[in-house]
């Protein structure tokens, strides 16, 4: 006769622990300050490209959750003239008034935006 009684394992116990832990990570800090300057910042980008990041005309592009590296890189692409398609000369105009702080600062802004997990506002 095999007695099969369960024992209590804290090795098992522990990784359950942990995997949990690993499967639902607290969702990334916001960098509040980051956030605001940028949003001051882009101010002026937002009658074309909304103030939620969803543009306000057809040809305009949203820019509303979009990668921060990408959105860093057109900005520096505007500047040195790599991009000119379409309606690239809008841009361009805006982008020569950027500094590279204000670059990283407006598209950590627009890669925040929508993606906040409800610990932001953005409607103001
Ligand atoms: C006069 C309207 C206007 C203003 C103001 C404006 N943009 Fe744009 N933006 C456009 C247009 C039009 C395009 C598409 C240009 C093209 O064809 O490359 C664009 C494209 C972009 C893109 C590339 C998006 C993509 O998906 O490739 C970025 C990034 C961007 N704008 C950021 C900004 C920022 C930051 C500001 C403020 C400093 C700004 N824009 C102000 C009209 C505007």
Redo the contacts with the bound molecule.
Sequence with gaps: MSLNIKKFNPIATLSTLVMTLVMFPVSAEVNQEQFELGKQK?K??M???GADGISTQD???N?RG?KVGY?IS??KDYQTRE?T????I??QQ?ADT?SDQDIRD?SYFYSVLGNEAGSLSDSN
């Design positions: 882009a002026v980008c009658t074309c490209h040809p305009y592009p820019l979009q959105l057109s900005l991009r398609s379409g309606l690239a809008l841009m805006q950027l407006i």
